[in-house]
């Protein structure tokens, strides 16, 4: 039996239920027209391309379909592009919901969908398994919960690393603002303040998305910053570190979020000497041999899509959304997955350092744990083989 047809089996025999479809005990999900119409709304097109994200969605489900469908059920998954453009993703939204009328939307990926959709997906109660949250309305609405960590626990996250492990007395942060994420990242520090007992030597919340960074550079020297964290991506991470070594500024451990996390910027730095650590959303996909990243390797290397952090997101929300679905007993609706992932209990999964719950909280933020790489030569280099778990803030 493939390991897909397992999971409804494990899912059902855990309550006592039989997997056998076409018998009278049968018991497990059930649908109409053999479907089960499932969506994402993601940036694909535009300023950033997320589409690996939702593709590592389908490839989960293709495998799903292939070796027959949850009970029988298969899953029908559009992917939707919303270009970066609140309009365009506002009518996307809708057409999944009202047209291709979806149970809920899985493996989303994008700049704005949650705060152009959140108000509309908690009006017309469907919930959200976002692949990838970005916005800070991702980590705020009552039906989205993603399941990466996201940029703002995971700017708690590295100073918790940079305060505990690095041990770090004068940390600054230097953030890029967009849209309405100031708040986010302002109550990320808070809650570091909160958890170590510190308090933040400089934050800087003027950080360009494009421009010179000199000036940053010089005033993280000048305030005598032992450690700067910052929410930079791929490019503007390797311009930051060639303008600190153009400078020749030392004594300072440079700390990224997972868009640092990239074999080009490993190969873009590999002659730096400066300490340059980075916080992944899940286990590290650079690390091949790991066991927690075996299966995900083996189902993207079959479905012939590309190892990378992303997919690693995409997969891991088709995998926890397929359990819930195997979990329903009767015709999965979208009032029945709604109850079930209001119900569910803590899923675990390898790739993922924290059991992931949907729940009826207010705001989601399930996923806590990261691993720390270190650049080294132009290798990425595990820092911490036990997942860094954040504590709660007092």
């Known amino acids: 039996?493939?390991?897909k047809s397992r999971l409804l089996a494990a899912a059902l025999a855990g309550i006592g239920l039989s997997a056998t479809a076409g018998t009278a005990s049968a018991a497990g999900p059930t649908c109409k027209d053999g479907a089960i119409k499932v969506g994402a709304v993601s940036t694909v097109t535009g300023p950033a391309d997320f589409s690996e994200v939702p593709k590592a969605t389908q490839a989960a489900f293709d495998a799903v379909n292939a070796a027959g469908g949850i009970n029988g059920c298969k899953i029908d998954y559009t992917i939707a592009d919303d270009k970066a453009d609140p309009a365009v993703a506002a009518q996307a939204a809708r057409d999944l919901i009202d047209n291709k009328e979806a149970v809920a939307l899985v493996g989303s990926a994008s700049l704005l969908d949650c705060a152009v959709n959140s108000t509309t997906y908690s009006r017309k109660k469907i919930l959200s398994v976002q692949g990838l949250g970005v916005d800070a309305a991702c980590f705020s609405s009552p039906n989205v919960a993603p399941v990466n960590v996201g940029p703002y626990t995971l700017s708690t996250a590295m100073a918790y690393y940079a305060a505990n492990e690095l041990k770090t007395k004068k940390l600054c942060a230097f953030?890029?603002?967009?849209?309405?994420?100031?708040?986010?990242?302002?109550?990320?520090?808070?809650?570091?303040?909160?958890?170590s007992g510190q308090k933040i030597h400089l934050i800087d919340l003027t950080l360009p998305f494009q421009g010179d960074l000199t000036p940053y550079a010089i005033k993280a020297r000048d305030a005598g910053c032992d450690a700067v964290l910052t929410n930079q991506v791929e490019p503007q991470v390797v311009q930051l570190i060639?303008?600190?070594?153009?400078?020749?500024?030392?004594?300072?451990?440079?700390?990224f979020l997972a868009p640092g996390y990239t074999e080009q910027v490993a190969k873009a730095l590999a002659d730096t000497k400066q300490p340059i650590y980075v916080g992944t959303e899940w286990e590290p996909y650079t690390e091949k041999n790991s066991a927690a990243n075996a299966q995900w390797i083996a189902d993207m290397q079959k479905a012939n899509r590309p190892l990378t952090a992303f997919s690693q997101g995409g997969y891991l929300a088709a995998e926890l959304f397929l359990k819930v679905v195997a979990s329903i007993d009767g015709e999965v609706t979208r009032e029945s997955v709604a109850k079930a992932l209001h119900n569910m209990q803590p899923l675990t999964n390898p790739l993922a350092g924290s059991a992931y719950v949907f729940g009826k909280a207010k705001t989601h933020s399930p996923m806590q744990a990261t691993k720390v790489m270190k650049l080294e030569n132009g290798a990425w280099k595990v820092e911490t083989p036990d997942w860094l778990m954040l504590p709660q803030a007092k």
């Open 1 to 3: 039996m493939h390991w």
């Open 175 to 195: 953030f890029i603002i967009i849209g309405g994420t100031q708040e986010a990242y302002k109550k990320a520090i808070e809650n570091w303040e909160k958890i």
């Open 242 to 255: 060639k303008t600190v070594d153009a400078q020749k500024i030392t004594g300072i451990n440079w700390l």
